[in-house]
Antibody
Framework: EVEVVESGGGLVQPGGSLRLSCAAS????????MNWVRQAPGKGLEWVSY????????FYADSVKGRFTVSRDNTKKLLYLQMNSLRAEDTSVYYC????????????WGQGTTVTVSS | SYELTQPPSVSVSPGQTASITCSGD??????VCWYQQKPGQSPVVVIF???KRPSGIPERFSGSNSGNTATLTISGTQAMDEADYYC?????????FGTGTKVTVL
């Protein structure tokens, strides 16, 4: 079965750090671009970051640029999101999503992991 | 930054047609995808490349995109279609999601 499973969420104080992981299975991870998308409580979807198959090309939303770092380990079939200098407004469910292509969108989503930034 | 605007809510009677619009500058020049998200669940793509349905998505879901507006149409709406719907496009170096539309089947 094709799936991605996020982990690493939790409660963190403002200014703190957290690393999210996304484990892929059932498909050849290394041939797909990957993305992180988040959703604040009761709000809409917000794209966070993109990483190319090789990890060379990376894009971030302006709201996280300079604070978040995306990376991947194709040998372990893992995607990561290192989140630093966390703010209350980063509180969200974070989804890992597989990309078919920019035109075809995100076809496989995980169940999400919840990040709460609060003192 | 690029923005996509959707109506906050759409109501439809069972068996009728629901149309959800997504507006953005020259949106017709981009490819649009649509996602369905039910409460407590992850999003699912129901339309990609403006008009294409992934396998397993019912034929009652269709899409169009021209000018500044993309439209998701649900024909013969069923109770199970009650959900939030988001349009999405790729703009230069980022994905952009629409503001979301809650579809209520009355």
């Amino acid at each position: 079965e094709v799936e991605v499973v996020e982990s690493g969420g939790g409660l963190v104080q403002p200014g703190g750090s957290l690393r999210l992981s996304c484990a892929a299975s059932g498909f050849t991870f290394s041939v797909y671009e990957m993305n992180w998308v988040r959703q604040a409580p009761g709000k809409g979807l917000e794209w966070v970051s993109y990483i190319s198959r090789s990890g060379v090309t990376i894009f971030y939303a302006d709201s996280v640029k300079g604070r978040f770092t995306v990376s991947r380990d194709n040998t372990k079939k893992l995607l990561y999101l290192q989140m630093n200098s966390l703010r209350a407004e980063d509180t969200s469910v974070y989804y890992c999503a597989r990309e078919l292509s920019p035109e075809s969108g995100l076809d496989v989503w995980g169940q999400g992991t919840t990040v709460t930034v609060s003192s | 930054s690029y923005e996509l605007t959707q109506p906050p809510s759409v109501s439809v009677s069972p068996g009728q047609t629901a149309s959800i619009t997504c507006s953005g500058d020259k949106l017709g020049d981009k490819y649009v995808c649509w996602y369905q998200q039910k409460p407590g669940q992850s999003p699912v793509v129901v339309i990609f490349q403006d008009t294409k349905r992934p396998s397993g998505i019912p034929e009652r879901f269709s899409g169009s995109n021209s000018g500044n507006t993309a439209t998701l149409t649900i024909s013969g709406t069923q109770a199970m279609d009650e959900a939030d719907y988001y349009c999405q496009a790729w703009d230069s170096r980022s994905y952009v999601f629409g503001t979301g539309t809650k579809v209520t089947v009355l």
